[in-house]
C-alpha cells in the first residue's frame, strides 16, 4: 500500500521551494498553484508575494523559472501577465505517476495520518410504521459517508436511532392484549407481510383509542407499565420491534444498504439514562425549571411571539422530551463510545433543534473541546411539480413503491440494450441500475438542497446519471475482453493525444477529490468527479483508437488508462454505495 502524490501536489512543492530560494526574506511562500486553461496548471503567488515586498512580479518569476530543477515533472513554463506562471507537465511525469496509482490497490490514496472515532446516526425509521420517502436521505447519505470515512482509515460507528419508545405503543400493547392473535404467523413472513400486520394492528387500535374512552385510558396506563418495565409489556413490545426488523432490514436489503442489528440503538436504548441527564443539567443549572418543565434557555432562540423558546428536556407532567433522548445519546456516544465526532443524517427541518441539543451539551461539559458535533442536514425529495414529493391521494410516498418503480424502469432500459444476457442477469443488472440511480440523483446533489425525484431523467442513459457513468464502467469492461493477447501497460515514453492528457490529469486528482470529500462531509463532490471522469473518457473513446492504435505500445497504453479508469470509476461508485455491473 503506497501513497502516492499528486502532480499537483509536487509541482506545488518544486515551485514552493524555487519561491524561496529565490525570495529567502519571504520564508514559505505560497505559490497559489490552480488548475489552468492556459496550461495545465497556472501559479499566481508571485503577484502577491512581489507587491507585499515592493518588487517587481514579472522578475521574480523569472527567478523562480529560472530555480525550477530540470528534469521529468515540468515540460513548459511562460511567464506571463504580471507575474504568473502558465506550466505544462510533461507526458511522462502523467503517465508515469499514472503507473504509480495503479500498482496500488488503493490507487495512491493514502490514509488518514490521525484517524478518529466518528459516531454517526442515520436510517432512522419508526417501529409500527411503513418507510416513507423521507427515509430515503438519511440512509443513502448516511451509507456513503460511512463507506468514504472507512476508506479514509477513520473508525466509524453507526447508530440507527430508530423510533422505537413512546405513548403509541401503550395503544399498541394494549390492544394487543385484548386481542391475541393479531400478530400470530405461521412459519416465516416476509418483510411486507410483518408491516402489513403491522399496520393492520395500529389503524384498529387508533380507532379503538380514539372512540372507546376506557380503551384509552387502559391505553395510557400501559404505558406507565412499559415506562416502568412490567415483563409482559416489555415482551410485547419487543414482539413489534423484532416485527418491524424484518420489515426494516428487506427494504435496506432492497436500497442496498447494510444495516447491522448490533446498530441499531433505538430511543429506548437510552431510556435508563434520560432522569440521570435531566439531574445532572438541572444541578448544573444548565436546565432551569419554567411552568414546571424542565428546560435551557438560549438569548438568541425566539418564538415568533419574541419571548426566549426553551429546548424542553423533561416536560410539566414528567414526561422526556426528545432533546433528553438526544443527550443522554451524547453522552453515550462521547464518554463510553470515546468518539472525538458526532455526526447526525437528518432532516435540515430539525436544524434548530440539534443546535440547542449541542450548545446544552457544551455547557454541561459533554461535548469538549475535541469532541466535534455535526448535523448533515439534507434537503427534501421533491416531486416532478417542485412540492413536497406525494401520492395522487396526497398520502406520504411508501419507500418501497419507488425502489420498484426505479427497478422496474432501469429493467426495461437494461433489458432494451442487453446482449446476450438471460433474464435473469437482466433482472439482477436491472436491479443494480435503479436503485444506482435513486442513489445517485441523491447522492449527486448537495446535501442541503433539496431535488426533484425524477425517474425518467435518472434512468437515462445521457447526462449525469449513474446509468451513464454504469455504462462507462461496461463499455471499458468490454474493451479490455476484446483486446485478446494485449495487456493494460504503461509507457511513460510515449507522447499523449490531448484526450489523454485531460483524462490522465483528471485520473490523477481523484486522491485529492477524496481528501476534500472526507474533510467535508460532501458525497456530491465525488459524484461529480465521477461523472467528469466518465465524460472525459467518452471524448478519450471517440478520439484514441485503442484496440486499433498504431503501435503494439499505443494499444497497451491506451488499455491501460482504460483499466485505471475503470478501477476508479469501480472504487469511487463503490464508496457512494453503487453498483457497477461489468456487462449491461
Known amino acids: 500500500m503506497a501513497s502516492v502524490p499528486s502532480l499537483a501536489s509536487t509541482l506545488h512543492q518544486r515551485i514552493a521551494d524555487a519561491l524561496s530560494a529565490a525570495l529567502p526574506e519571504a520564508g514559505a511562500a505560497d505559490p497559489l498553484l490552480r488548475r489552468s486553461d492556459r496550461a495545465d496548471f497556472q501559479a499566481n503567488g508571485m503577484l502577491a508575494l512581489a507587491k507585499k515586498l515592493k518588487g517587481n512580479p514579472r522578475e521574480l518569476a523569472a527567478k523562480v523559472v529560472e530555480g525550477l530543477p530540470a528534469g521529468d515533472l515540468i515540460q513548459d513554463v511562460e511567464v506571463s501577465g504580471p507575474g504568473f506562471l502558465n506550466i505544462t507537465v510533461a507526458d511522462k511525469a502523467i503517465t508515469g505517476t499514472l503507473a504509480a496509482r495503479a500498482a496500488d490497490e488503493r490507487l495512491g490514496v493514502p490514509l488518514a495520518e490521525r484517524p478518529g472515532t466518528t459516531v454517526i446516526d442515520y436510517a432512522q425509521p419508526n417501529v409500527a410504521k411503513e418507510m416513507h420517502v423521507g427515509h430515503l436521505r438519511n440512509s443513502v447519505i448516511g451509507d456513503a459517508v460511512v463507506r468514504i470515512l472507512e476508506f479514509s482509515g477513520e ?7 430508530i423510533g422505537d419508545w413512546g405513548t403509541q405503543f401503550g395503544m399498541l400493547i394494549q390492544f394487543l392484549i385484548e386481542h391475541p392473535h393479531e400478530l400470530d404467523h405461521e412459519g416465516e413472513v416476509s418483510g411486507e407481510e410483518a408491516m402489513s400486520s403491522l399496520n393492520r394492528l395500529y389503524k384498529a387500535s387508533r380507532t379503538l383509542f380514539d372512540s372507546d374512552e376506557e380503551f384509552k385510558a387502559r391505553a395510557r396506563r400501559r404505558v406507565v407499565d412499559l415506562q416502568a418495565g412490567d415483563e409482559e409489556t416489555l415482551a410485547l413490545w419487543q414482539r413489534f420491534v423484532d416485527e418491524s426488523k424484518i420489515y426494516f432490514y428487506s427494504v435496506f436489503d432492497k436500497l442496498d444498504v447494510e444495516i447491522r442489528d448490533e446498530d441499531i440503538v433505538g430511543e429506548s436504548g437510552y431510556n435508563d439514562m434520560l432522569a440521570e441527564t435531566c439531574r445532572l443539567l438541572e444541578e448544573s443549572g444548565v436546565a432551569v425549571r419554567s411552568n414546571g418543565a424542565l428546560c ?51 432532516d435540515a427541518r430539525q436544524s434548530l433543534h440539534f443546535k440547542m441539543v449541542f450548545e446544552t451539551a457544551r455547557r454541561a461539559g459533554w461535548l469538549t473541546e475535541g469532541v466535534k458535533a455535526v448535523q448533515l442536514g439534507f434537503g427534501t425529495v421533491l416531486g416532478k411539480d417542485g412540492k413536497p414529493f406525494k401520492t395522487r391521494e396526497g398520502e406520504t410516498v411508501r419507500l418501497v413503491d419507488l425502489l420498484d418503480e426505479a427497478i422496474d424502469r432501469a429493467t426495461a432500459v437494461v ?12 433482472a439482477e443488472r436491472g436491479a443494480q441500475v435503479g436503485i444506482g440511480a435513486v442513489k445517485y440523483a441523491d447522492l449527486s446533489t448537495s446535501v442541503s438542497r433539496d431535488y426533484k425525484f425524477d425517474l425518467d431523467q435518472m434512468v437515462s442513459l445521457n447526462g449525469d446519471t449513474s446509468v451513464y457513468l454504469q455504462y462507462a464502467f461496461a463499455r471499458i469492461q468490454s474493451i ?25 490529469m483528471h485520473l490523477d486528482q481523484f486522491g485529492e477529490n477524496l481528501a476534500e470529500v472526507t474533510a467535508s462531509y460532501e458525497p456530491h463532490k465525488l459524484a461529480g468527479y465521477l461523472y467528469q471522469l466518465a465524460s472525459l473518457y467518452t471524448s478519450f473513446y471517440a478520439e484514441c483508437p485503442v484496440l486499433k492504435a498504431e503501435t503494439p505500445q499505443q494499444v497497451e497504453n491506451r488499455l491501460f488508462l482504460c483499466d485505471l479508469t475503470a478501477r476508479t470509476l469501480r472504487l469511487g461508485m463503490s464508496l457512494l454505495g453503487i453498483r457497477t455491473p461489468e456487462q449491461l
Open 155 to 161: 473508525k466509524v460507528v453507526r447508530r440507527h436511532h
Open 296 to 346: 435551557v434557555f438560549f438569548d438568541d432562540v425566539k418564538g415568533p411571539d419574541g419571548k426566549p423558546s426553551p429546548l424542553i428536556v423533561q416536560k410539566s407532567d414528567g414526561g422526556f422530551g426528545y432533546a433528553a433522548t438526544d443527550l443522554s445519546a451524547i453522552r453515550d456516544r462521547v464518554g463510553n463510545l470515546k468518539a472525538d465526532t458526532l455526526l447526525y443524517v437528518v
Open 415 to 426: 433489458r432494451e440494450k442487453a446482449q446476450d444476457l438471460t433474464e435473469e442477469q437482466i
Open 480 to 504: 479490455l475482453r476484446k483486446a485478446g493477447e494485449a495487456r493494460p501497460v504503461a509507457h511513460p515514453e510515449l507522447a499523449l493525444a490531448p484526450a489523454e492528457r485531460a483524462l490522465g
